[in-house]
């Protein structure tokens, strides 16, 4: 057996990292036309090799430790030290993703560069010489596109042969020759072995000359290593007086310059003076005015496509043909035709299928969703609504970085939540999971579905509504938690460079919009199918005196459970056992409201009812008070209360405390709690005029909130004078 190899992907993010991963190991992790997908590192075998692993590190434009992505890259080459590294460059960006592999070069690991998207360099008719990028930099370079999956064999023999037979001439960045005179003469005492821990692991295997620009930049990584001496101190002082700039610019400006002096050699474009149409559109969509009001159009497009026109149409079909006629009658009739037991019979179909089905009955809404998100996600425009919306969350203390988990939380928080580990303040990064799951995600959409079909009539501005109002919490619950000790401090900046507008792969979005729907039907034949059971089972039977015996609903263990706990919802309006029921298995999983109320209201043949309006009818007559007010109430305590386990397991692991993930869950369900209770209460009282002692209690809870958001920041007086420093100097 041979050895088995280890190599790292590595490039800048968006270069087209994860689609390259995909290609070489069959693996289908998400890919996305913006930066910051990739959050965990992620390992494949590489099909076309033998026994050659290869890592997917997060997306980085250098390895100078400024963010946690950067850290994470830097941490595994150093330590880990990979056999070879592919550097995967978006060539049509080319002069900013070079910058990257001079440093990749300089740490002396066997490099092979994998030039991509060259499918759009010939499209634009520019020309890239790969064979003068590869003599200049002394590694190989070969023409890829990652996307067609071109040249992939090509990539990988080089790679084989690159680890096996590394080329040992090294890249060195050309520098003034001042600098130059001090890094050989610290490279001279690192031989000399005046700094004995970098004869150690990890060091020893790093190029002398790396080491020593890194001790020139006098980077963080070596501080506790390398302890110069006063005299290269004062020489080092000197070289920055004479260059009359800090040693960190000095290099990085070095770097710019080789490159763009290189860049004119190897790029040339067929028409240098052309607008490209990612500007034009750029133009548009991230204007100062306009970028908001488009953003919340688009959005409620959307919604409006998914829930109430195309998903709708879809759904009628699943629910009325697939499931109830296909499945409900032809699962009873099968069964009773071979003479099962009518429990059984019941089972199956008045548990089973009615809940299974309940929310397999809105897939169509949630594929028509995903599809869309995927395509906004893949063409780049959502990463202009991080950029544009991190002009807004700004204001509020929060970054734009915020705003790519809460879009990754549109399909299922859990990703949404790890996704928030990407942002580099330990304040803004918990504050973002912790509020993450205020948005819609898929699971809450056969609720959203419901109320507003029930009892909205089906009308096109609802489902855009509550995406709204998850923001809207966002922001909220960040102007309140910035206020407070645990949460203070300027948000990080956000930098981000926008990626050009592409056309949608439709393999990509394929794959995004099936793994999305993949986890669903998992989740649907297990825990709902579980959920359903016992949901069925807690309905139909209940104590009778002498035993469990089948009883009427009403009687049932679940109504006794139901009851129990019902006081909890009355002030906001639905303390039915009914509601109350359904909310609590929401935590299993937030599809769960849905199956409960299919169960529970028995519906037989036709999911349908459920959302339109006589299923309002129903639940009125069940429960006796249901009316819109109640109706909303109830949508926004479940949309905004404590998420799904699965989510909450999410946050415990990105918090990385059971105090932290208690208050997450408090505040959520305060948060929705309140929010409820002062829709419901006001609501009520504008409607009836009848002032009740909940009323007063609505308005305290408000004043309250109200005195969180306006109240004077604490903090401000410090960030002010912080702000004014930072300006003068
Ligand atoms: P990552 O952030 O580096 O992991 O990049 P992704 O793999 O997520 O890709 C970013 C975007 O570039 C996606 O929209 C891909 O479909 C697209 N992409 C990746 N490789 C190519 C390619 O070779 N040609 C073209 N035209 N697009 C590509
Ligand atoms: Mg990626």
């Not at 204001?395 to 399909?411: A, E, N, Q």
Request: proline share 4%; hydrophobic share 45%.
């Amino acid at each position: 057996m041979t050895k088995m190899h280890r190599v790292a992907l590595v490039g800048n993010p968006n270069s087209g990292k994860t689609t390259l991963f995909n290609a070489l190991t069959g693996a289908s992790q998400h890919v996305g036309n913006w930066p910051g997908v990739t959050v965990e590192k992620k390992e494949g075998k590489i099909r076309q090799s033998h026994g050659t692993m290869l890592v997917d590190l997060p997306g980085i434009y250098s390895l100078s430790p400024y963010t946690q992505e950067e850290r994470i890259a830097r941490d595994y080459l150093i330590s880990q030290r990979p056999d070879a590294v592919i550097n995967i460059i978006d060539v049509s960006n080319l002069e900013r993703n070079l910058y990257l592999t001079t440093q990749i070069l300089e740490m002396g690991i066997p490099v092979v560069i994998a030039a991509n998207m060259m499918d759009l360099v010939e499209k634009r008719g520019d020309r890239f010489d790969a064979a003068k990028l590869s003599k200049i930099f002394a590694c190989p370079v070969v023409e890829i596109s990652a996307l067609q999956e071109k040249n992939i064999d090509q990539l990988v023999k080089v790679l084989e042969r690159q680890i096996l037979k590394p080329n040992k001439s090294v890249f060195s960045l050309p520098l003034p020759p001042e600098v130059d005179h001090w890094l050989s003469k610290i490279e001279e005492d690192i031989k000399q072995g005046c700094f004995q821990a970098l004869g150690e692991a990890p060091y020893r295997t790093l190029p002398l000359r790396w080491l020593s620009i890194k001790a020139f930049e006098q980077d963080s990584l070596l501080e506790d290593v390398v302890d110069l001496t006063k005299e290269d101190m004062n020489l080092l002082q000197e070289v920055e007086d004479l260059l009359d700039d800090d040693g960190q610019s000095i290099i990085s400006s070095a770097r710019y310059d080789f490159l763009a002096d290189i860049f004119k050699q190897i790029y040339v474009k067929k028409e240098p003076d052309k607008i490209s149409i990612t500007d034009k559109i750029d133009k548009i969509v991230t204007h100062r005015f306009l970028a908001l009001p488009i953003f919340i159009a688009v959005m409620f497009v959307v919604y409006f496509i998914s829930i109430s026109t195309i998903g709708t149409l879809m759904t009628d079909f699943v629910n009325d043909v697939v499931v109830a006629e296909w499945a409900q009658e032809g699962s009873r009739k099968l069964l009773e035709s071979i003479g099962t037991s009518s429990w059984l019979v019941s089972l199956v179909s008045d548990g089973i299928i009615a809940g299974v089905g309940a929310v397999i009955g809105f897939l169509p809404q949630m594929a028509t969703l995903f599809i869309l998100l995927a395509l906004l996600e893949q063409c780049g425009y959502m990463a202009r609504i991080a950029f544009v919306l991190d002009r807004v969350f700004r204001k509020f203390g929060l970054s734009g970085k915020s705003f790519i988990p809460m879009l990754i939380g549109t399909g299922c928080s859990v990703p949404g939540i790890m996704a928030s580990r990407t942002i580099e303040h330990e304040s803004d990064r918990r504050m973002t999971a912790i509020s993450c799951s205020f948005m819609p995600c898929s699971a809450k959409l056969p609720i959203i579905a419901f109320v507003a079909g029930a009892i909205f009539k089906g009308a096109w501005w609802f489902a855009p509504l509550t995406y709204f109002m998850g923001i809207f919490s966002v922001i909220l619950s960040g102007i309140i938690l910035k206020k407070t000790k645990r949460f203070s401090g300027d948000p990080a900046p956000f930098i981000m460079e926008l990626p050009e507008y592409r056309l949608p792969s439709i393999k990509g979005v394929v794959q995004s919009v099936g793994e999305r729907l993949a986890s669903f039907i998992k989740k649907a034949g297990t825990i709902i199918l579980l959920s359903s059971m016992a949901i069925w089972f807690l309905q139909t039977y209940g104590w009778t005196g002498q035993g469990i015996a089948e009883v009427e609903i009403n009687q049932s263990f679940l109504a006794k459970i139901g009851n129990t706990l019902a006081w909890l919802f009355i002030p906001l309006g639905f303390g039915d056992w009914q509601s109350t029921v359904a909310t609590f298995t929401g935590l299993l999983a937030k599809e769960n409201v849905m199956t409960t109320f299919a169960i529970i209201f028995g519906v037989q043949g036709d999911i349908l009812d459920l959302i339109d309006e006589s299923a309002w009818s129903t639940l009125s007559a069940v429960t006796g008070h249901y009316t819109v007010i109640t109706g909303f109430s109830f949508l926004a305590f479940n949309l905004l209360c404590a998420p799904c386990f699965a989510a909450i397991g999410a946050m415990h692991r990105e918090l990385g405390s059971a105090s932290w993930t208690l208050f997450g869950v408090f505040y959520q369900t305060l948060y929705a709690y309140s929010f409820s209770l002062i829709f419901y209460q006001l609501a009520s009282f504008v409607s009836s005029g009848v002032f009740t002692l909940w009323t007063g209690v609505a308005i305290v809870v408000l004043l309250v909130w109200l005195f969180l958001i306006f109240r004077p920041d604490p903090d401000k007086k410090l960030s002010g004078i912080r702000s004014q420093a930072a300006l003068e100097s």
